[in-house]
């Protein structure tokens, strides 16, 4: 398993190859004409995970990522990408007639590590807000995350976990024993269009 500095590895320029594959990508399942990059640098083929963000007109269009480095980074990227487009369950599938006003953020993504607290208070007053990432998980069937980024919409620790535990399926403000909290960070590189 990656350690959790696996971003480390991922130079700071990266964007300028994983924005153009989930790019690349897309274009292709919507049937465009699509030239993926053939830059395969070697941090690029080690196991990554990442998240790809779609908007258009500055609102969410599409987001789906991967929160453990299973497959090589660029192919995390371009099926992240695809997901993004066409299988978010909050969207229609992204239509070609769309495409031209979407804009990608791409997200890798350390390994999460665990974030051991005592209940609530504990983790208002131990978040970093816009570093940490959260994923909370309560038994089988309630997990969710949110990048690090969302802490721009959602500023403080109380507004963010309480919106975290609704997308989970938790009631906000809640606490139980069987809670479990990780956290991580994130490169990010987002298209200017």
Known sequence: MPDADRTDEVPDDAGALLLPTARA??????????????????????PGASFVTLTEGGQLRGCIGSLEARRPLLNDVALNAVAAATQDPRFAPLKKDEWEGVSIEVSVLSAPIPFPVSGLA??????????????????????????????EDLPTPEEF????????????????????????SVKAWHEER
């Open 25 to 46: 990508s897309i274009e292709k399942e919507l049937g465009m004409r699509a030239e993926p990059p053939t830059e395969r640098p070697a941090w690029a083929l080690k």
């Open 122 to 151: 504990d983790a208002y007053a131990r978040l970093r807000p816009g570093i940490d990432g959260v994923i909370v998980e309560m038994g089988a069937w309630n997990r969710a995350t949110f990048l690090p980024q969302v802490w």
């Open 161 to 184: 976990l309480s919106h975290l535990w609704h997308k989970a399926g938790i009631r906000p403000g809640t606490w139980h024993t069987d809670i479990a909290l990780e956290t991580y």
